[in-house]
């Protein structure tokens, strides 16, 4: 057996580091086994790529099948991504058609803007790539019997175990944020009964070596180029490889055994008779910030893995378990949630669950389990200092996976983070807040390279290298998607969200309002009069949706679409507001209210819905997945059925005319819809349609509890964990309404650890349907208003009450002064 020694002197000098400390391989003192409720359990290994598990530490990432005899962990790294630094001007001759685009509009020509504004497109984003799969051939002494597999929410550990002969098998896999590695750790029940065979492997160019140390090691590189998947034009290569560009790889994996022998071939381990064993995987990529060349001004891919793998390889294993559940936690444990269930569905696995719960109408167990999933699924891929999570969060097994697994900024890159401020991950949602400043980069490029103007913006896609040009490949995209201006609004509404929970001026100032002032200039430069002296966007699309025009063809392409409108008014709305707390800018202040007060209205259609053109046409799929002219409604606070009824109605109207259908992320999105009109039992029907089984035409839910676009879609799980927060809680209009759209299904349930925007922490405990206590916890002493279906009292501090009835329905706005770091208790009045 040949025994191939690194190239680096320094990786050889590591090679007793990795045996001089072996880590011992007893658990250690770790946390006791969680309860079934929040464990996702399953009879059998997975099949398919949806219904393996999912573990990761924000940066690294795994998806494990769970086979007995041939295991396969299929491994990410969240800044492997084909292509480099963006073409910040690949269509020169963009700003001249501008004209000619808003005169063909002006004369309702629809068709001729579509043909004129593809010329203003520019290149496509890069692809999110796989890094390889590990794969684990057991040599086990018979057939494998009493199988089971589990994902463990409260430790984040996923464990495999089996019998062979008499003999327990046993994996446990973690993906630790602490130590930077993914762990997993083999034993079997009986003495040298172990014996396996462990080798790696990529879709994407590399060499696998062995080392003198036994250690298995993959170098590669992504490609220089990936076209989209949807995209495949006759004679073009779709992945290009070059010797001098793509970001570089090397993934390492660490053998260690208490007992047995280990062996290697040049590109296999083996590990023979033993009792227990444990490979550590340690992995990194060359990226080196969106604006750098990885292969030229990389960074050493080969020294950070070997330096992740050093500092964990020094440890026992209780203690990288220990560091890696008291990292996870720290998050985790934030937050609970449970609901009344006499009849608790845990002793079923997860696919007899989702049938059984969408055929008879819901399961609150395996509904507060979904809640959890979503949160653990935040907390695994987008960490501070991180990248933010893509379309897959840090999980694809494609080299040219859907839609690229890029930052859809029309919806989906937005929802992913929607929860991360009510869910008490405030810190997740660093990785978005610091990307919109690569954008902004960017962006200043792109408004003056396509548009000749001032501000930033990015368009319908983003990637790892920040790029904001509207996609096409330079005329081969379609408008309705490819032509959409208003990313930079909606990234913007992020940094102010922020400010809004968290109350940190520091940051307002320093960070969110120059970029949302960026965002605002361009807005600025972008609007124009129409024929009544409104301001209108021109051109404009409603994302990915189309009309009829007076002559019944479908057109995608007008002016003021009630998307771009809203996202502008919210922008506008909040720099005002920034202005006001940061006492600055006035000037800017001043020019921005009474740009506000002309831009073009909401306006209510022939049908009674929400109109989502400049004029009132007919949608060419009155039942299309997008409702983004509902944005005001949410993320938005323009719109809400306490300040403004009959646009809100009008909200609701759209929504019926839409259906209770849709993609994973759009049920998602409905669900939020519906909570914010105070509609619980409608929300919890889109609860139960997003939890119904995934098939290939229907969104839903994976085995795996992945949400189904379909394919796989991480959005629609943030989403629909952010809708659930929306029931329990809202605060979007400066006031906490407790238990706002409660469904009459969760009859009674507590919830602990959410937050609000004011800076407050809220726990509810309801009966009953109704308020039975709860607790807020004021983190920078904020006055507090409470909006109850019911009147309460507020224990140890004055309080004034008044009541607020609205369509027949009384509520009661109780308000009380708070101070910093102290929690307030709060009851009915009896």
Known sequence: ?????????????????????????????????????????????????????????????????GHADNELIQLNEETLWSGGPVDLN??????????SVRAALAAENYAEADKLVRKMQGRYTASYAPLGDLRIRHQLPGKASNYYRDLDLSSAVTTVRFTAADTIFTREIFASAADQVIVIRLTSSKKNALSFEVSLS????????????????????APAHADPSYYNRRNRKPV???????????????PIASDGTITATEKTVKITNATEALLILSAATSFNGFNKDPFKEGRDEKALAAQYL???????????????ISDYTSYFNRVSFTLDDPSPSTKKPIPERLRESFSKGGDNSLETLYFHFNRYLLISASRPGGIPANLQGIWNNEVRPPWSANFTTNINYEMNYWPAEPANLSELHEPVLNYASHMAENGRATTRNFYGMNGWTVHHNSDIWAQTNPVGDVGQGNPLWANWQLGGAWVSQHLFEHFRFTGDVNYLRTSAYPLMKGAAVFLLDWLV????????????TSPENSFYDTNRRPQSVSVATTMDMALIHDLFTNLIEASKILNNDNEFRDILIKKRAKLYPLKIGKKGNLQEWYKDFD???????HVSHLIALHPGRQISPLLSPELANACRKTLELRGDGGTGWSLAWKINFWARLLDGDHAHKLLRNLLRPASRRNGGTYPNLFCAHPPFQIDGNFGGLSGMIEMLLQSHVNELHLLPALPISWRGGTVK????????????????????????HSLLGNTCVLRTSIPVKINNTKYQTRKHVLNNTTYYITTFPTQKNKTFSIEPLQ
């Open 90 to 99: 690949p269509n020169p001759d963009s700003p001249k058609y501008l004209s």
């Open 753 to 776: 650890g959410l937050r609000a925007r004011g800076a407050f922490e809220v726990s509810i405990h309801w009966e009953k349907n109704a308020l039975k206590s709860a607790s807020v």
């Open 1 to 65: 057996m040949k025994k191939v020694l690194l190239t680096l002197a320094c990786h050889v000098a590591l090679l007793a580091v990795f045996t001089a400390f072996t880590p011992k391989l007893c658990a250690g003192d770790v946390p006791p086994a969680s309860p079934q409720e929040l464990k996702l359990w399953y009879s059998k290994p997975a099949s398919t790529w949806v219904e393996a598990l999912p573990v990761g530490n924000g940066r690294l990432g795994a998806m494990v099948f």
């Open 202 to 221: 990529s879709p994407l160019k590399n060499n696998v070596s062995t080392t003198a140390g036994h250690s298995l090691v993959m170098d590669g590189r």
């Open 310 to 324: 050093t500092a964990a390889s020094t440890k026992p294993f209780n203690t990288l378990k220990r560091n890696h």
């Open 529 to 540: 009069e129409d024929k009544d002296g409104f301001l209108v966007t021109s051109p404009s």
């Open 240 to 254: 290009i490889y070059k010797d001098d560009a793509g970001t570089r790889f090397r993934l390492i994996a660490l």
């Open 619 to 625: 949608d060419t799929d009155p039942r299309h997945r």
